[in-house]
């Protein structure tokens, strides 16, 4: 059974920092992984998709990057925004089920 | 060009009772997953539709169960509510059973008194 490990649960840090997320799996035969952003009471935002056969993927002042052999993938945010403050959430697609699992996610607050 | 919608946006039942939750995927997406997220928690999936048929199911017991219309829409049923149903109940939608990127709706907001 996958299992999804995000830390920290929570962040707080001064705006302009940049920030690591970390988010591993136990069972390394995955189909891709996900990352979401979740604003408190809403839907979920996809940020970034790697595939499994992808090391890392970009988008903005955001980089994911995978490494399946040692089950962790990173979300690396530079220069934080207080709009960056949200709670952020990897997802795990495991291989054959092709059934995701969640990570509990990180809380992040950016101080202006 | 509508994102995933979903309706209601709160629903408050009692014990017991039953509920029907819908999701209307982002257009041109054929595939329909349904997840339960409870306080503090990340979303669990709970299944997934495609081409009208359950194809893909979480670790829920059938008091949950689901449709998907040829439209591609999709309803959530559940039946005789226990007080731990009460959640956020999130929509997405995809392309590729899944494989693809995953867009959610703003989720329905269940309440079991």
């Known amino acids: 059974k996958q299992e999804v490990t995000q830390i920290p649960a929570a962040l707080s840090v001064p705006e302009g920092e940049n920030l690591v997320l970390n988010c591993s799996f136990t069972?390394?035969?995955?189909?891709?992984l996900q990352w979401f952003r979740q604003d408190p009471g809403k839907g979920l935002t996809s940020l970034l998709l790697i595939q499994s056969s992808q090391r890392e993927q970009t988008s903005g002042r955001l980089n994911a990057s995978l490494d399946k052999s040692s089950g962790r993938s990173t979300l690396y945010i530079a220069a934080s925004q207080p709009g960056d403050s949200a709670t952020y959430l990897c997802a795990v697609v495991s291989g054959g089920s092709y059934i995701p699992t969640f990570g509990r996610g990180t809380s992040l607050i950016v101080h202006p | 060009d509508a994102g995933v919608t979903q309706s209601p946006t709160h629903l408050i039942k009692t014990r017991g009772q039953q509920v029907t939750l819908r999701c209307s995927p982002k257009?041109?997406?054929?595939?329909v997953s349904w997840y339960q997220q409870a306080l503090g928690q990340g979303p669990q999936f709970i299944f997934q539709?495609?081409?009208?048929?359950?194809?893909q199911r979480g670790n829920f017991p059938d008091r949950f169960s689901g449709h998907q219309f040829p439209n591609y829409s999709s309803e959530l049923n559940v039946n005789a509510l226990l007080l731990g149903d009460s959640a956020l109940y999130l929509c997405?939608?995809?392309?590729?059973?899944?494989?693809?990127?995953?867009?959610f709706g703003a989720g329905t907001r269940l309440s079991v008194l």
């Open positions: 257009s041109g997406h054929d595939t």
């Open positions: 539709y495609y081409e009208e048929e359950e194809r």
């Open positions: 069972d390394s035969a995955i189909y891709n």
């Open positions: 997405a939608s995809s392309l590729l059973r899944g494989a693809d990127i995953q867009y």
